[in-house]
């Protein structure tokens, strides 16, 4: 479904001052898979998890979304694509904070054409309820805890129903049972709903969740398999 | 939602940022609906007063413009004498179609028939007349008899009263003529021989009599024939009447267009500053309320936002900011103007006539288009700046 081909990427820090952060690496990532990738800060796992959605240009090799090189792609094509094929869930606290939990697990049908209409309601409603938040509809962010911040962000992650989420350490900023009880709605997700997750975390005891796992460092693939 | 209904919902949760925005939005407005109101005002007011003089030259005694022009346009009260026998005079020059004469007086100070202290009174020749009478023959199909009266529009009897009372001799009001702004507007216009009647009475009646020296007039009214050239009239009256001062009706109230002028500048230096400094405060919020969202654009981008999207809803932000605070700015001036346009008036010795509804709306909507536009131009830049950015960068920052 993604493939990372031969993927670089440098970040410049200064003129003439360089960084690698992925250093030509190949990566499938096929439907319905529960990928974890694991490696130490700075390994380079985020920067390959912001090159397959598109967020950040490579510097050398190509993205290729079902066959379609993203970077072909206008930035209107691009954005659509992953409004509508990709679902974010991001290590900080990303929701809106002017927006209520519903309008923030809505935002993302504003991307793919969508009006505020019965059927977007019932869809972010049953999403709630499914993460367990059917009774915070009119809250706001800043009256939730992480734990369940982080769940309206999964909630919003599927509001446009996409084949594949794409979470950056969902749980580093949790509790051990918060964190257990996301990754188990992680694998309830991926089990009921057959989506298909890449998950980037530095803890290695949560690779068991994943139907494969990829250890990066120095950008490079060191482990698993790719 | 939308669009709009995002960047609103964003404008209220940001109550800091919109306030600052707002008000530079609102002071931007404010100012701008403000000093175009009071120089429209001023300019209409002085083009009015020569309407309603209508003459093509006045003729004064030398020396006594800046007064005569205070007492028309401000309704200062003056006392200014020249013969009667320059009205023969100027009629007989080549070009004068008609020359009539004027006489400037006042009522007593503190006369208890008056809205301000001091009414100016012009008294007017019915033979030769061609400013009042024209209006009256309009308005009443007659002219003025003895003891009848018209006023500018600030004139009216007491409440209960049909007549005022000018040096304790009762005169009947007949029609007030239409504001002008300027002086005219508490001036009471009589013809000569109520004036004459008034002064004759007022010996007995009044405690302080209406003195009109004999054979003296104030002012001649010169309407030239059609095709004559004005500077060569002028010019004629100068060499061939001496001791008085011709003053064409386009350089009538010179010294009041030069307060202007000046006013003006300093009005359009001050604007500009406080525009640019807007502009600048504007630009910097924006950079620093883009700083700080950069996370938060860049989750919106990785949710499937384009460049475009991100650009548009920060200026969509921005123009409702500004039409809001415009809006407040806008309120605040057009009510400023029109509870204190007296005490400018006073203050900064203009005339001022509050503009038609029509003409207000105009600026109204020029004063929201102004605000509009210095917003959208000072949130223009980190608008850009932020939506080129990689969505990875700044989430990652």
Known sequence: ?226 | MNLFQLALKNISGNTFRSFVVALCALLLAAFALFTTLLLRGAENSLRLAIDRLGADIVVVPEGTEAKVEGALLMGVPTKVWMPQDVVKKIATIPGVEVASPQLYLATLTGASCCSVSNMFMIAYDPQTDFTITPWLMQKMGKGLRLGEVVGGSYIFPSEGYQNIKVYGYLVTLKANLEPTGTGLDQTLFMTFSTAQDVSSKSTTQALAPLEIPSNSISSVMVKVLPGSDLHAVSAQIMQTVPGVTPIESANMFQSYRKQMTGLLKTILVVMGIAWGLSIVLIGLVFSMAANERRKELGVLRALGATRRFIFQSLLAEASLMAIIGAAAGIFIAGLAIFLFRNFIMVSLGIPFLLPSAGVFTLWVGAGLLLALFSVNLAALLPAIKISRQDPAVAMRE
């Open chain 1, 1 to 226: 479904m993604i493939t990372l081909d031969s993927i670089t990427k440098t970040y410049q820090i200064a003129k003439g001052n360089s960084v690698p952060a992925v250093r030509g690496v190949d990566l499938e990532i096929d439907r319905g898979e529960f990928i974890i990738i694991v490696g130490r800060s700075g390994s380079g796992k985020t920067t390959l998890l912001n090159l397959a959605a598109g967020l950040t240009r490579p510097t050398s090799g190509k993205v290729m979304l079902e066959g379609t090189n993203l970077w072909d792609l206008s930035d209107q094509q691009q954005s659509f694509l992953r409004s509508q094929r990709i679902g974010f869930v991001f290590q900080f606290p990303s929701l809106l904070p002017t927006l209520t939990v519903y309008d923030n697990v809505i935002l993302p049908t504003i991307f793919c054409g969508g009006t505020s209409n019965g059927a977007e309601h019932a869809r972010a409603a049953e999403l709630l309820d499914k993460v367990g938040l059917a009774d915070k509809l009119q809250a706001y962010p800043r009256q939730l805890s992480a734990g369940q911040q982080q769940r309206v962000v999964i909630a919003r992650a599927l509001m446009n129903k996409p084949q594949v989420l794409l979470a950056d350490e969902p749980t580093s900023n949790l509790d051990e049972q918060t964190e257990l009880e996301i990754m188990e709605l992680f694998r309830d997700l991926h089990t009921s709903l057959g989506i298909t997750i890449v998950m980037v975390t530095h803890t290695r005891t949560l690779v068991s969740y994943g139907t494969r796992y990829i250890e990066m460092a120095n950008g490079l693939v060191v482990n698993g398999k790719a």
